[in-house]
């Protein structure tokens, strides 16, 4: 039988458990992340792969839309952040993942909330200064859920709402995005001996944008999924100086008019992916996995836009815009031998750039 701490009530963590919370669970939420994960230096892939898994955890808590759920979302969602800011409540936490696996049919979300316990009892386990990153970007995630939550409909309802102004995308975007890579760049630094000469002010600033980069291009992307769940990322101020309301999003022809306010945002899209450039180059050759680590999800975001702005069809429901696995494998493939030239790794992100451009 497990031993418990004496904190709260949380089974202690052994070496086996700790693995397949961080290799088997990790896996089973985010393909596309596990390889980041992997490529990782070992020294951060505890810090890094615990902040993802207690973050989707919220995320799926936050997104049960369906009917006999919304009353229940959002004070789960505040139970489960004063659990990540401790003292956790073991009584309370099994309370959460009972309430959480109900009606749950996915197996690979079902292992994440049956490992929970684990999960944070790995983030008790925690150094103190990575237990506290983690503490702060999970919370900080959990405020973009709660915007979320606070400003859209449930997807059962019928509504369909958006975001007020274009200071509320970039927020939004800092929340669920942009924090990431400020808590990336804190980890990182500590950890690395080789990013000693950082200025770590200023690469937090770069990697927000990175972050939020990545982030306005799902948004971009998603735009008619998420309208169909009741949800418009895009700024209604900016819809109305197009002479659009909400419901003209659902019809694809009225794409062109729509262009007024998505190229802006794609224009924008693509300064903050100049700024993940400037980070990932900073990351000094030698460091080859942080690195590749940095390269994978800046080459995959700015794919996926380059495809989204050529395509052309923002407003269709019938649209998936992603990059083929087959493209992941030889970006990956690619990536190797490149990844030690500024040069040659400019050259590549500058090409998927210019697609953007010509595109828009």
Not at 29 to 41: D, G, I, K, N
Not at 160 to 182: F, N
Not at 288 to 306: H, K, M, Q, S, Y
Request: aromatic content about 8%; overall charge positive.
């Amino acid at each position: 039988m497990a031993k418990t701490t004496t904190s709260g009530g949380l089974p202690s963590i052994d070496p086996s458990r700790r693995n397949r919370i961080l290799q088997d669970v990790l896996k089973g939420v985010s393909r596309s992340f596990y390889l980041t994960l992997r490529v990782l230096p070992k020294n951060l892939r505890e810090p890094m792969g615990l902040a993802y898994l207690l973050a989707r955890a919220a995320d799926t808590i936050s997104d049960r839309r369906r009917a006999g759920f919304s009353g229940a979302r959002l004070e789960d969602l505040l139970t489960f952040r004063a659990q990540v800011a401790g003292p956790v409540d073991f009584d309370v936490l099994q309370g959460l993942v009972s309430r959480s696996l109900e009606g749950m049919s996915s197996p690979q979300e079902q292992a994440l909330f049956a490992s929970l316990a684990d999960a944070f009892a790995l983030l008790e386990s925690l150094e103190e200064a990575d237990r506290e990153q983690v503490r702060w970007v999970v919370g900080t995630l959990t405020q973009g859920m709660e915007m979320d939550l606070n400003t859209f409909p449930a997807e059962d309802s019928g509504g369909l709402a958006a975001l007020s102004t274009g200071a509320d995308l970039d927020r939004y975007t800092y929340l669920v995005a942009g924090c990431v890579g400020e808590f990336w760049t804190n980890v990182t630094a500590a950890h690395e001996p080789s990013l000693k000469k950082w200025d770590v002010a200023k690469m937090s600033e770069l990697g927000v944008r990175f972050g939020k980069a990545l982030q306005l291009t799902n948004v971009l992307r998603d735009i008619p999924r998420d309208l169909r769940g009741g949800r418009c990322y895009l700024p209604a101020d900016e819809l109305a100086a197009a002479g659009l309301v909400l419901r003209d999003l659902l019809d694809p022809a009225n794409e062109w008019r729509a262009r007024q306010v998505l190229v802006p945002w794609m224009q924008t899209a693509l300064g903050h992916f100049e700024a993940a450039e400037k980070y990932l180059l900073a990351v000094p050759r030698r460091s080859v996995r942080l690195r590749l680590a940095c390269l994978w999800p800046l080459l995959l975001g700015l794919a996926t836009l380059a495809r989204l702005a050529r395509g052309g069809k923002w407003l269709d429901p019938d649209t998936t815009t992603k990059v083929s696995r087959r493209w992941v494998y030889r970006m990956i493939a690619l990536s190797l031998p490149v990844v030690f030239s500024n040069h040659l790794l400019r050259r590549w992100i500058s090409s998927l750039r210019r697609q953007v451009v010509d595109a828009i």
